[in-house]
């Protein structure tokens, strides 16, 4: 990346979103209701064409399966520019252990948005969460964007 310079905090082009307090997904009980994890950054202006921005999202879930079977979130991180949303990435995170056991998805993805004010959202939701039985919380949640402008 040293085709890139980043400007720093004073101008407003490096953003973070972290949350640590418990988050409870799905408590376990047959008529739990999932509750997804959304996540988005400050707005972030793009004045000018040629950048590149950064964004680094993780997030730890915590699962209490009392039985085996499949369960599954989907992660997926976005840009929102006004009513248009952009899926930049998005993946099953799944397993099928029993017992208590911690997940830990991380993943950076790169975006060059067009000119505008844009936000970036981190989304955890239901896919697959079948275990009646399955406890699954959060405590640590995060969102860093860093936008880069193209020296060349």
Same mark, same amino acid.
């Given at each position: 990346?040293?085709?890139?310079?980043?400007?720093?905090?004073?101008?407003?082009?490096?953003?973070?979103?972290?949350?640590f307090e418990?988050?409870?997904?799905?408590?376990?009980?047959?008529?739990?209701?999932?509750?997804?994890?959304?996540?988005?950054?400050?707005?972030?202006?793009?004045? =000018? /064409?040629?950048?590149?921005?950064?964004? @680094? &999202?993780?997030?730890?879930?915590?699962? %209490?399966?009392?039985?085996? #079977?499949? *369960?599954?979130?989907?992660?997926?991180? =976005? /840009?929102?520019?006004?009513?248009?949303? @952009? &899926?930049?990435?998005?993946?099953?995170? %799944?397993?099928?252990?029993? #017992?208590? *056991?911690t997940l830990?998805?991380?993943?950076?993805?790169?975006?060059?948005?067009p000119t505008?004010?844009?936000?970036?959202?981190?989304?955890?939701?239901?896919?697959?969460?079948?275990?009646?039985?399955?406890?699954?919380?959060?405590?640590?949640?995060?969102?860093?964007?860093?936008?880069?402008?193209?020296?060349?």
């Open positions: 990346m040293s085709d890139y310079l980043c400007k720093g905090k004073g101008t407003n082009e490096i953003f973070c979103n972290c949350q418990e988050f409870i997904l799905s408590d376990g009980t047959s008529q739990a209701v999932f509750n997804p994890i959304v996540l988005t950054t400050e707005t972030i202006k793009v004045l =000018e /064409r040629n950048y590149l921005v950064k964004i @680094t &999202t993780m997030v730890d879930l915590q699962i %209490s399966a009392a039985t085996t #079977g499949v *369960f599954g979130v989907d992660y997926k991180v =976005e /840009r929102i520019t006004g009513n248009s949303v @952009t &899926t930049l990435c998005s993946f099953n995170v %799944s397993d099928d252990r029993s #017992g208590d *056991f830990n998805p991380v993943n950076t993805v790169c975006d060059t948005p505008g004010i844009h936000v970036y959202q981190l989304s955890i939701s239901d896919n697959k969460c079948i275990p009646t039985s399955l406890r699954l919380t959060n405590n640590c949640r995060c969102i860093n964007v860093t936008t880069l402008k193209n020296m060349y």
